[in-house]
């Protein structure tokens, strides 16, 4: 059993070192063949939508080799016989070969929608991860405005992607994106008149789409994805609190060949995940739903998940209309449908690009973060999360209110009302609740590191009280537990004379200094006061205590 | 996590570590127990048991077997599978999909166990680095760049730096003008309301007679006196033009029969024959086509959005986002008795756009005009 190895095999050797002697690529080996990654499964989140991506590149070039991009009119002659005979575009009639008449077709279509939806869904709950644990900090916030323009890309490309089979839902959801862009003030014609090369549907957009789909867009998301995976490589992953683990160092295992096999496992995974959703569940019966034709739509028309926020958002926007000149020439402002069109997609992707600047600005915290947050231990960021993911969710599922009627039987016209009000109201409830957990549970880790866990013991004392005997917690949870840092806070406090620092006087700076005070600071101090021994004391002041530091 | 009773039950240990739904001492709650790495030749890499190794790796060469012959069963489906209907394409699907996932996951799981039973246990530490450069680095780009700039006479030379952002200007525009043919009519921005609000219901056949409304899809003309019971709906579009899709997109109407009765005074009449009222199909909203029809209610629903709309009271709009009724389509019949249209719709059909103004109203002054 002693096959080891002593020396570099030839067959490798051989090679490296031609690369070598013309490259010199050694020196960035010797420094980065052992890079240490840490572990925590909240950073696979990410890599799902990375290994997404190459499978969608992978899947749709092999599509690009018989679809037809093109809405030249066609009478149907494949071997899908419901549809022989039918008048519909050559778009349609290459992506029904494709499911029919190409072994393994339908497959490849399956498994490119399939990873089209965990592409964005990977994404989402990856960014959500870097929100909530607070590694956009610094120095990682170019990477996170790289990741907005991701997120941001990714539905344009789903867009671009979906329309593109021409079938009447495909179809549907052009005709939305139709109403959608002219009803933009000014522009809103020209848009549409550009974009379609003329009046709606026109013979262009699927050509169009297509170039759009499979050169541009992916393009740039290439290039950005590089980008973000090199800052990462050079900035160095951040890690979870825990032992030995510091703003300075990198705790886990190396990239050869530890992290390397497991990254590549974990492609062949989500691969896998991907080829059994295409196999057994069903995605896009194009055939079932006939070719485009702007006279008819099926009911329960839905588009892909990550467009639910704005389907949602069209759809509980009151009638309002405006006619600012009141002439019949111009002035149109439909505002059913540019503020759902523009407001909340406009909230959430410039509130996430923002966020990193406007926290340091609230907090002056200007050093480096290569320890992420546990989400308890910034309760105001996490509540702030919490609420805008129910904005989100609230939009989401009134995108399927006509499914939520026609499944639990309510009316229709109620659900639109209840989402009119729930808009409003939930994202407020959703940041009270967040934040009292929040505090709740960072009193509960203050417990355990100055109490100790349960242990079950009842303790009878001589005088007769009953106590329960707690123990010391394991030396890695309470090392995770004290990894917390107060929030960092700007120097608010005024002077002898009643005067606020400089910076902090003008009706802005006061803003600023209140907000400061109220997100920063400390507001479960982890207590050390103490000795637990077999006290089972009260836990946690009750109040919260805003120290500054 | 009920292991731990024997742990009590010790007399004199009256502390015990642990209960249940507890970890004992030294167990981690999350993450593995940093094993100690005390027979480990570097520090923070423990090595695995051989053991333990030697019954993994007999696991992970099942995985790569069942790779193997998954693998070759993909390639005889591939052949022997043919697809052409939908049940062969069914059956074709499942045979290539379930090898392919048993293949790659079969791959997956075998290099997972090798990674986790097989590889070592590592706990290694890197050093990091501040990520700005050192103060006197940033000193030399600053004075190289300082240098540079001088050299290249940039500064100093005013007429050179004007002409240039003179010529940047432009330029910069050019790849914006090259998109102007992008609108393929290559009409003027002025023009694009007129073709908006303007249907082929106002021009003629070739006999020069007005568009007969057809059925969609057969394409049968409607005689007025064989749609006569009250309630029925038929979806409708222009003689001539049932397959030109940028005409549907707007001409597209929906047709109902109404008792006299029931109609209300948001339709116009005369523009009704024998009860029968055309609405555009084309949902005011965003332009899905309004295909619902509740025939007690006289409701019609747009599925997109839920925009619903009172079919005998001029299909005005009781629920959902749209802010506009459908307009109105003036019908008649020809000597023949089929359904005629007599003439555009007096309003722009379909959703709302910046020049299309208030329309209504100025189609009610010219009404009132007429």
């Known amino acids: ?549 | 996590m009920t292991d731990n009773e024997h742990e009590i039950e010790q007399p004199d240990e009256r502390v015990p570590k642990r209960v249940i739904g507890t970890p004992a001492p030294g167990t981690s709650m999350l993450g593995t127990v940093e094993a100690s790495d005390t027979d480990a030749e570097v520090p923070g890499v423990t090595l695995q048991d051989e053991d333990k190794a030697r019954k993994a790796e007999k696991i992970v060469a099942l995985c790569f077997t069942i790779t193997f012959l998954a693998s070759l069963a993909f390639i005889v489906s591939y052949v022997y599978f043919q697809v052409g209907s939908p049940e062969a394409t069914g059956t074709s699907n499942l045979a290539l999909g379930s090898t392919l996932t048993i293949a790659i996951l079969g791959l997956a799981v075998g290099i997972v166990i090798w990674v986790r039973q097989i590889m070592p246990k590592y706990s290694l530490i890197q050093e990091r680095h501040e990520m700005a450069s050192a103060e006197p680095d940033r000193e030399v780009v600053a004075d190289t760049f300082i240098q540079g700039a001088n050299e290249s006479g940039f500064v100093k030379r005013k007429l050179l730096r004007r002409t240039l952002l003179l010529a940047a200007a432009p330029l910069g525009l050019v790849p914006l003008v090259l998109l102007r043919d992008l609108d393929n009519s290559k009409m003027s921005g002025g023009r694009f309301n007129e073709v908006l609000r303007h249907t082929v219901w106002g021009e003629k056949n070739k006999e020069g007679k007005p568009l007969k409304l057809v059925v969609e899809g057969t394409g049968q003309p409607i005689r007025a006196a064989d749609f006569n019971s009250p309630g029925s709906i038929l979806s409708v579009v222009p003689e001539g033009f049932e397959h030109d899709l940028n005409a549907l997109a707007k001409a597209t109407l929906i047709l109902i029969k109404f008792r006299p009765e029931e109609l209300k005074a948001g339709v116009r009449q005369n523009w009704t024959h024998d009860g029968i009222v055309a609405y555009s199909k084309i949902c005011t909203h965003v332009g899905c086509p309004a295909a619902l029809y509740e025939q007690n209610t006289h409701h019609i629903l747009c599925p997109c959005h839920q925009s619903t709309f009172d079919a005998a009271d001029g299909a005005k709009v009781i629920f959902g986002p749209a802010a506009r009724p459908l307009p109105q389509l003036p019908i008649t019949v020809d000597e023949q008795g089929y359904l005629i249209a007599q003439g555009d719709f007096d309003v722009p059909v379909g959703p709302s756009y910046w020049e299309r103004g208030d329309a209504e109203r100025a189609a009610r002054e010219q009404g009132g005009q007429a």
């Not at chain 1, 503020?339 to 410039?350: F, H, K, N, R, Y």
Request: include cysteine; charge should be neutral; proline fraction near 6%.
């Open chain 1, 1 to 549: 059993m002693t096959t080891e190895l002593k020396t570099v095999p030839k067959a490798i050797a051989g090679p490296s070192n031609f690369l070598d002697e013309r490259l010199g690529g050694a020196n960035f080996l010797k420094r980065n063949l052992r890079k240490i990654f840490p572990d925590h499964w909240s950073f696979l989140l990410g890599e799902i939508a990375l290994y997404s991506f190459i499978i969608l590149l992978l899947t749709g070039t092999f599509l690009t080799f018989w679809f037809k991009p093109s809405m030249e009119h066609v009478i149907y002659d494949g071997s899908y016989s419901p549809l022989t005979g039918v008048g519909m575009s050559a778009a349609y009639a290459s992506t029904l070969e494709i499911s029919f008449d190409v072994r393994g077709g339908l497959l490849m279509r399956q498994m490119h929608h399939w990873a089209a939806l965990l592409f964005v869904a990977g994404m989402t709950v990856h960014m959500l991860r870097v929100f909530f644990t607070g590694a956009y900090r610094k120095p990682r916030e170019l990477n996170w405005i790289i990741g907005v323009l991701l997120l941001t890309l990714a539905l344009a490309e789903g867009l671009t992607g979906y329309s593109l089979p021409d079938d009447l839902l495909s179809g549907a959801g052009l005709r939305i994106t139709e109403g959608v862009a002219i009803s933009l003030p000014i522009v809103g014609t020209f848009i549409t008149f550009f974009l379609f090369g003329g009046e709606y549907p026109g013979e262009d957009i699927v050509a169009r789409f297509y170039a759009l789909h499979i050169l541009l867009i992916p393009g740039i998301l290439l290039a950005l994805i590089s980008a973000h995976m090199v800052l990462m490589w050079v900035q160095k992953h951040t890690q979870m609190p825990g032992k030995s683990r510091t703003n300075q160092n990198v705790v886990g295992a190396p990239f050869y060949p530890a992290f390397m096999a497991k990254a590549g496992a974990y492609f062949l995974f989500t691969l896998a995940v991907i080829a059994g959703l295409a196999t057994f569940a069903q995605i896009n019966p194009i055939w079932l739903f006939g070719p485009y034709t702007p006279a008819d739509v099926s009911a329960g028309s839905q588009p892909d998940w990550y467009m639910g926020f704005l389907e949602g958002a069209l759809r509980i926007m009151p009638p309002w209309e405006i006619n600012l000149f009141g002439t019949a020439h111009a002035g149109t402002l439909p505002l059913s449908v540019i503020i759902p069109a523009l407001v909340p997609m406009g909230i959430i992707m410039t509130g996430l690009a923002l966020y990193p600047f406007l926290e340091r600005w609230v907090t002056g915290d200007n050093r480096e973060h290569h320890v992420a947050d546990r989400p308890r231990n910034n309760p105001h960021r996490t509540s702030i999360g919490i609420s805008a993911m129910t904005f989100y969710g609230v939009l989401w599922l009134l995108g399927a209110n006509d499914e939520i009627a026609a499944n639990f039987h309510v009316s229709l016209n109620w659900t639109t009302y209840a989402g009119r009000f729930l808009i409003f109201v939930a994202p407020a409830l959703a940041y009270l609740i967040t934040y009292r957990m929040c505090l709740g549970l960072q009193r509960q880790d203050a417990a355990v590191v100055s109490h100790g866990v349960e242990s079950g013991v009842i303790k009878r004392l001589p005088h007769g009280e009953f106590i329960e005997v707690h123990t010391p917690p394991a030396d890695d949870i309470e090392a995770h537990v004290r990894g917390k840092e107060p929030v960092a806070m700007l120097p608010v406090a005024e002077d002898a004379a009643g005067i606020p620092p400089k910076g902090m006087r003008g009706p802005l700076g006061k803003l600023r200094a209140r907000m400061s005070k109220a997100y920063g600071g400390e507001k479960i101090p982890l207590d050390e006061g103490h000795e637990h021994e077999e006290e089972h004391a009260a836990i946690g002041g009750g109040d919260d205590r805003s120290l500054t530091h």
